[in-house]
Each structure stands twice: as C-alpha cells, then as structure tokens.
C-alpha cells in the first residue's frame, strides 16, 4: 500500500471558485490514497463548495479558515495562509506518515508528480511553470546536486520557491512542532520552509528527473467580469453573507 498524500487546497469564493475546485478535483481522482484538504477562506460553509466536492467523489475533508481581518485591507494580501496553516493543524492532530503537499486551486498538475513526491523523506522540490517574467522557478541542479534556486524574484529569500514546487513529509512536520506560514505576503513559502529548519539543501529530494522536466503549472484564471456582476444567489447560492 503506498503512503498516504495530503493535498492541503486552499479556496475562496469568487466566480471562478467550483470551475477550479472541479478542475483540480478530477486531476486529484486519478490519484491513489490521497486526501484533499480542502480549506475556504471564508466564515461560512459553502453548499455549493460541498456540492460539488461530492459530485467528484475525491475522499476529502472540508474546513474553514477565514484570513484575520487585519490582513484583508492590505494591499499585497497573505493569500490562503490561514487555509494552509489550519491544513498543517489538521494534519498534527491527524496524520502520522505520508507526505502533505500544497496545491492552490487554480495550478494545474500532471498526476506523475503526486507519485513521485509520495517518497519524500523530508522536503522534495521540483520545477514550476509560468512563474514570474523568467516563465520558470526551480532549484539549479549540477551533478544531481542543487546548487542554488532560479526564480524572477529572489526577494532576499533563502528559498526563492513557488508553493507548487515543494513537498513535505507528515513525519518531518511532527519533527517540527512549530513549523507554520508565516502571514507575509511573498514570502509564504521562504517563511514556511525556514521554519522547518535544520535541513541543508544537500537534503532537498530533487524531482521531476533531477528537475529537467515542468510537471505543475502557476496558472491563473481570467476573471470573469460578467459573472462578478451578477449576484451569485442566481448561482442557487443561498448560504450568503
Ligand atoms: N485564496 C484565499 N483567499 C483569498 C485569495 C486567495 O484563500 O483571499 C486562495 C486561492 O484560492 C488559492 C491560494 O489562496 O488557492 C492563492 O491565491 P491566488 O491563486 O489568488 O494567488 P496567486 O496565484 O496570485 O499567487
Ligand atoms: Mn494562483
């Protein structure tokens, strides 16, 4: 039987949300013993988020983790820190092996790269795609070693990273009882990752054939603007605000 993956989703209402819950959703499907942590930045439960998360059939569990008021009038917001941090929580007090990974809702992942970090024995990391103006983010690898990070925006970061190309064993959290993400915006992987500390990038497990190969996309969705304006009780919505 193969470890377990915990794919930590957060979500947030908005058009385009059930479009990207069922998009990743059915890429998850194809996936063996995973399950989906799916965590919406919102005060209430969503009846058309549960809808549609029992429509795909993906075994999951549901939760909410609204963003602190603070942060909501900020201009560069920390987009699904509370999400990802209550997905951690979850996990302390649920999982004792496997491997967690971040998966925002809007990526897009070829299903070989859940395989692969299924192993990771502490931190695994690989290339993602349309990053930055560079198109790319991925650790530099020489000799099968890594040997720094290439990434369009270094930010005085020691782990210039995108949250789609690492992942992280259950284990290795429990190890570091207080690992979380920090309410930065820009810096929710470098700070996330420190706080995992001590390993050395000798460590890091390097996917994705020695990263040569672009298995998970930084996509991003259009916003629809039509749909904005209408109000979404239309949608059969009827668990607003
Ligand atoms: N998100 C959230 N609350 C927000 C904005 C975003 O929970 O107010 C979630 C979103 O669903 C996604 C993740 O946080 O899974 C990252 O947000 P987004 O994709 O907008 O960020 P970007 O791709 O621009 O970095
Ligand atoms: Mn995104």
Known sequence: I???LYIITPTYRRPEQLAELTRLGYTLKHVAN??????EDANRTSEMVIQTLNRIGVPYEYF????PEEYKSKKAKPRGVSNRN???????ENATEGVFYFADDDNTYDISIFEQMRYTKKVSMWPVGLVTKY??????VKNGKIVGFYDGWLGGRKYPVDMAGFAVS???????PKAKMPFKAGYEEDGFLKSLAPFENAEIELLANN???ILTWHTQTKKNNAAE???MTKYGDTNLV
Do not use: D, Q, Y
């Open 2 to 4: 193969k470890p377990p």
């Open 34 to 39: 995973l399950l989906w942590l799916v965590i």
């Open 64 to 67: 909410l983790a609204p963003m």
């Open 86 to 92: 209550r997905g951690l929580s979850w996990l302390r």
């Open 135 to 140: 198109g790319v983010s991925s650790p530099i």
């Open 170 to 176: 259950v284990r290795f959290l429990h190890e570091r």
């Open 211 to 213: 990263c040569t190969e």
């Open 229 to 231: 304006k209408l109000n």
